[in-house]
Antibody, heavy 121, light 107 residues
């Protein structure tokens, strides 16, 4: 059974960098699939942040692209998110997920439980 | 356009059938996937591809697509189906995109 677990600080100061890690168990990241981050501000909908292929190629949400970096560490079977210059608008529950994709369909088939990150001084 | 549009709220009587829709240009070339999210929980994949259900998803959930519109149908809605539902797809640039979500109330 594939499992994902987010970890990182729950409180980040404005203008600093938010850093989260997603540890994957039950599947080797280097074997395939995309791996990504999704966030959900309190009371609002889901927002895709970005995805990374097991080989390292990335896709980022155009609205966040200038501030986002996603990387993968196959030796630790985990991937990470860095979001720079955060503001209160970045306060959200952050989820990591596995993304399956072909030429005509895509799905996020496994999700972490989510972690709340609050941006506040 | 990379947007996916959903009705904010839909209601259905217990045991009746409800359709939740998702509109967007990307759906002309990409099937939508659908997610159920209950309060305080992570989203759960319920439909993907042409009309595929992951293991453990009841067969009252089904999906369909026509033109720029994807639909999630719940046939015989149950009280436990009350939740937020989100569609997802990829746009022409390869970026993933979510719909704004539909809050389903079972009366």
């Amino acid at each position: 059974q594939v499992q994902l677990q987010e970890s990182g600080p729950g409180l980040v100061k404005p203008s600093e960098t938010l850093s989260l890690t997603c540890a994957v168990s039950g599947y080797s990241i280097s074997s395939g699939y995309y791996w990504g981050w999704i966030r959900q501000p309190p009371g609002k909908g889901l927002e895709w942040i970005g995805s990374i292929y097991h080989s390292g190629s990335t896709y980022y949400n155009p609205s966040l692209k200038s501030r986002v970096t996603i990387s993968v560490d196959t030796s630790k079977n985990q991937f990470s998110l860095k979001l720079s210059s955060v503001t209160a608008a970045d306060t959200a529950v952050y989820y990591c997920a596995r993304l399956d994709s072909s030429s005509w369909e895509t799905s996020l088939d496994y999700w972490g439980q989510g972690t709340l990150v609050t941006v506040s001084s | 356009s990379s947007e996916l549009t959903q009705d904010p709220a839909v209601s259905v009587a217990l045991g009746q059938t409800v359709r939740i829709t998702c509109q967007g240009d990307s759906l002309r070339s990409y099937y939508a996937s659908w997610y159920q999210q209950k309060p305080g929980q992570a989203p759960v994949l319920v439909i993907y591809g042409k009309n595929n259900r992951p293991s453990g998803i009841p067969d009252r959930f089904s999906g369909s697509s026509s033109g720029n519109t994807a639909s999630l149908t719940i046939t015989g809605a149950q009280a436990e189906d009350e939740a937020d539902y989100y569609c997802n797809s990829r746009d022409s640039s390869g970026n993933w995109v979510f719909g704004g979500g539909t809050k389903l109330t079972v009366l």
